[in-house]
């Protein structure tokens, strides 16, 4: 199996050219050519920031003309430390073409860096990275989301099983279209989550694999992307700064939240967890 290893290290993804320039997900209807570039640097910057002041190391993926969705870096691989202690990645596969070449400038930043990447076995499955695969923070497993993005199928891959057993997750809702935007893991013990965006089974998997579990308002996570807050640390969750009723119910379970402003990047759909890659 693989090694479960603390991230101390985000990737983030220059924000220069991000736009709305097509429809691949509900929050973009309606949005095509109305971001603010000033104000999404602005936002991207603070959120920069943050992670600094939490004492990550921040690493920058520097944009790319015409990728206008590279800013989401949560989605073109999946980071893992293999049996052998090997730093490795597992690349996307993803749905929509418009953003399929984002995974190969993902591919070079890590190659740069001597990092093994890895394809998945059938061409014919989809995968988007951490936007569907989540570590459970005691490091034991991994929660996989599959519906709109992510093929059911990609989770037996024998990369991912290789690295820890996979529970898969159903998304039941074309708004909460990645697991990202309906769970949000803080600690082993405790998650955000939208249970409007599972089917039954689903819901009982995380009932069975946190002892807390903080609702987020359906409106609320579709409105905000509140579940796409981000716990860098299991002490602080970063979440967007409209998200009041879900801070609120997270700082009275005893965490500090930290607001940022991501409403540039709600249009397409994205806000904390999707502009991150977590590096172990």
């Known amino acids: 199996m693989g090694v479960f290893v603390a991230a101390s290290a985000v990737l983030l993804a220059e924000p220069t050219f991000f736009d709305v320039t097509y429809v691949i997900n509900p929050h973009m209807a309606g949005a095509v050519g109305t971001i603010d570039r000033v104000a ?11 992670y600094q002041e939490l004492g990550l190391v921040v690493e920058v993926l520097e944009a790319v003309q015409g990728l206008s969705d590279l800013v989401f870096v949560a989605n073109q691989c999946f980071p893992f430390v293999a049996a052998d202690g090997a730093r490795e990645v597992l690349l996307s596969q993803m749905r929509w073409p418009e953003r399929r070449p984002e995974v190969a400038v993902v591919a070079d930043w890590f190659a740069r860096r001597g990092i093994t990447a890895r394809s998945l076995q059938d061409p014919g499955v989809f995968l988007e990275g951490m936007g569907d695969i989540q570590w459970h923070p005691s490091g034991r497993a991994l929660l996989g989301g599959h519906g ?16 820890a057993p996979v529970h898969p997750l159903k998304l039941v809702d074309e708004q909460l279209y990645h697991l990202d935007t309906c769970l949000s893991p803080i600690d082993e013990h405790t998650a955000v989550v939208c249970f409007e965006a599972f089917d039954e ?15 987020v308002p359906y409106d609320e996570a579709v409105r905000t992307l509140a579940c796409n807050g981000h716990c860098p640390d299991g002490k602080h969750f970063i979440v967007h700064h409209e ?7 997270v700082r009275q379970a005893g ?3 930290v607001e940022v402003d991501t409403s540039e990047f709600l249009k397409s759909g994205g806000s904390v967890q999707c502009m991150k890659l977590m590096l172990h």
């Open 255 to 257: 965490y500090e939240v």
């Open 40 to 50: 999404a640097r602005h936002q991207w910057e603070a959120l920069r920031s943050v």
């Open 201 to 215: 089974p689903s819901r009982e998997v995380l009932r069975g694999a946190f002892d807390q579990l903080i609702e």
């Open 243 to 249: 998200a009041r009723v879900t801070a609120e119910r």
């Open 148 to 163: 709109f993005r992510t093929s059911a199928a990609a989770y037996d891959d024998p990369t991912l099983t290789s690295v």
